[in-house]
């Protein structure tokens, strides 16, 4: 009997391999630049990379890779914004959730329909209150609405979390997963402002929602894993 061959595909990188495989070889296999990415996803990349190992130095770490190879002083403006902006979230994600009791729970999983492989991945956080287990998982985001809400229900990774959570925790009475969705500012820049300058006034935002209107930074939607909508 053959032996399942595990590797390592996160959500988002199975996406990649399955619509772009040449793109997953490049960026995943190979290790080359992100440059390139967009700037959606680079931020969330920082942004992830701090939260997994719970230190803000993981931020400057991949802004200075990436203003290293930027090639346009316009790439270098928007780098020097995000490093700081990117930065002044995450210590405000800090104080407004408190830590997780564990952070990037390892789970593997047979993968459907690729029967002999498994499917690795990390949770994002893991709250436990008596009987009852909390998944946790960050994102960052520039909109969130109505459509994103429903999205998570059609969203495969609600899945691999059920079917990691049954198997980690099986005497759990009850099983949640929370999205912890971050929004990032958007602020009007003027033509004579400095990178820095413009920064520093979306930080302001940022400390003053976290202050007075959290609710308009941060977004929470939990999904009951057993729901059976869930499984349909």
């Not at 793109?23 to 390139?36: A, D, H, L, W």
């Not at 346009?72 to 009791?101: K, N, P, T």
């Not at 400390?207 to 939990?222: D, G, I, Q, S, Y």
Request: charged share 30%; glycine share 6%; net charge negative.
């Amino acid at each position: 009997m053959t032996e399942p061959k595990p590797i390592s595909l996160s959500h988002s990188s199975l996406q990649i391999l399955q619509s772009c495989p040449l793109r997953y070889q490049m960026s995943r296999v190979e290790g080359r630049s992100r440059i390139g990415m967009t700037r959606g996803r680079r931020r969330g990349s920082a942004f992830s990379d701090a939260m997994e190992h719970r230190d803000p130095a993981k931020i400057e770490d991949a802004y200075d890779a990436w203003l290293m190879e930027a090639v346009s002083q316009d790439l270098v403006d928007d780098l020097v914004i995000e490093r700081q902006v990117i930065a002044e979230l995450y210590r405000a994600h800090a104080e407004y959730f408190g830590d997780d009791d564990e952070r990037e729970i390892f789970f593997e999983l047979p993968i459907k329909d690729a029967p002999g492989y498994l499917n690795r991945g990390y949770i994002d956080g893991v709250n436990f209150n008596g009987s009852s287990v909390r998944l946790e998982e960050d994102k960052l985001m520039m909109m969130w609405g109505r459509a994103d809400e429903a999205a998570l229900m059609l969203n495969g990774q609600v899945l691999r979390y059920l079917g990691a959570a049954e198997q980690l925790y099986p005497d759990a009475s009850e099983l949640e997963l929370r999205y912890r969705v971050t929004k990032y500012p958007g602020a009007y820049r003027k033509k004579d402002e400095s990178p820095r300058q413009y920064a520093d006034k979306v930080i302001s935002t940022i400390r003053t929602k976290l202050a007075k209107k959290p609710e308009e930074l941060f977004v929470v939607n939990t999904i009951k894993l057993s729901d059976p909508a869930v499984r349909s």
